[in-house]
């Protein structure tokens, strides 16, 4: 018997697919997807009769946009978005990241969580009012100078002489652990084959389930890229599909409903 079925009843939007447009691999998935929508657009041409009333419309240049939000923020998603791609940190390559520690001074010194990648210029003495002396690095210590040693695993600091309390230290170190995201001015997004999977019931019994799935090359649009730093609000994406130009299809994106 064919599979025939019409009016149905939305579900779910479950996942997205991202896969390379010339080697088909995986670049990234989104697994928490909600509040997406497929909309169309198409520019219009009001063909008017000799009084002036409208006769017809002529439309062309369709557009599709595919819209939504993933719950929780995605590393993939904003690398796709900034037109990079994730860095993942080796022994091998390691990555540089900043630093920050507020650090107490024992027997004249404070010791850093890492060892630093390059030469401190200043640190920080920390008052109740906040941010208080500022000290420069030096080759002894002194009252406005102190000295940075890496020789040991981690980065050992001579404070200047005097001070005590609390130290605030920024600086950089390398790390064979962690993903860093770069992102230029001059990179952005590239075309790739996106999937959307979803789920809808038949409408006249809700316990039978059909799978929908939207496909076509698509390109996240990067005019307006928000990233909110919220728990609630989650991280918004946008995909706008595209003509295959050099296929003589006129196919913009396919739609599927399967049992």
């Known amino acids: 018997m064919a599979f ?17 447009l010339t080697t088909g691999s995986l ?17 219009s041409d009001e063909i008017l009769d000799g009084t002036g009333s409208p006769i017809a419309r002529i439309f062309r240049a369709k557009t599709a946009t595919l819209s939504g939000t993933n719950a929780l923020f995605s590393i993939g998603l904003l690398a796709a978005q900034a037109g990079s791609e994730k860095v993942d940190a080796t022994s091998a390559a ?20 890492h060892k630093a990648a390059a030469s401190i210029s200043y640190i920080y003495g ?3 009012n906040g941010l208080g002396t500022v000290y420069t690095a030096g080759a002894t210590a002194s009252d406005t100078e102190f000295v ?6 981690v980065t050992t600091i001579t404070t200047p002489t005097g001070v005590v309390g609390k130290i605030y230290v920024q600086y950089t170190y390398s790390s064979a652990e962690g993903i ?12 790739t084959r996106i999937t959307g999977h979803c789920i809808f019931h038949d409408a006249c019994d809700d316990s039978i389930e059909y799978a929908g799935i939207i496909t076509g090359k698509a390109k996240l649009d990067a005019s307006s890229v928000d990233v909110p730093f919220s728990a609630t609000d989650g991280h918004s994406w946008s995909y706008l599909f595209e003509k295959n130009f050099c296929s003589a299809s006129e196919d913009l994106l396919d739609f599927y409903v399967l049992p």
């Open 27 to 43: 670049l990234y998935t989104l697994r928490q997807t909600r509040d997406a929508s497929l909309n169309f657009s198409a520019e």
């Open 180 to 191: 860093h995201v770069p992102i230029k001015t001059s990179d952005f997004p590239k075309s």
């Open 126 to 128: 920390l008052s109740s």
């Open 4 to 20: 025939n079925v019409d009016e149905i009843i939305f579900d779910r939007f479950t996942y997205i697919e991202s896969n390379d």
């Open 94 to 113: 390691p990555i540089v990241v900043p630093a920050t520690e507020v650090l107490t001074i024992s027997e004249g010194k404070i010791t850093l969580a």
């Open 148 to 153: 940075q040693d890496d020789t040991g695993e």
